[in-house]
C-alpha cells in the first residue's frame, strides 16, 4: 500500500515533542506492517465519513483515510497527528 500525507499532517507531527515523534514513528511503522495492529485500536471515527483514527499512545492519536487513483490504486492518506481531543476534533 502507498502511504501519503497531507500538509497539515507534515505541520502537526513537527510541532511534537521529540518524544512523541518517536512513539508516532513507531506506531506508523506497525500500522505500515499491520493496519490492525491490536496496539493501534484502529476504528471508525464518529460523525467523519470515511475517517479512521489509530493509537500512539493513551493520549495521542492519528486519523487518516484511504483514496484510489484513476488507476484504482488504493491509498492510505496520514491526515493529522496530535493529543487525543484535538486530532478527534479537527481530523
Known sequence: MIFRRTERFLKAFRALSADIQGKSLKAFKLFEGNQRHPSLRVKKMEGHEGIWEARVDLKYRFTFHYEKD??????????????????????
Open 70 to 91: 484513476s488507476s484504482g490504486e488504493v491509498y492510505c492518506v496520514f491526515r493529522n497527528v496530535d493529543n487525543h481531543d484535538e486530532c478527534l476534533k479537527n481530523p
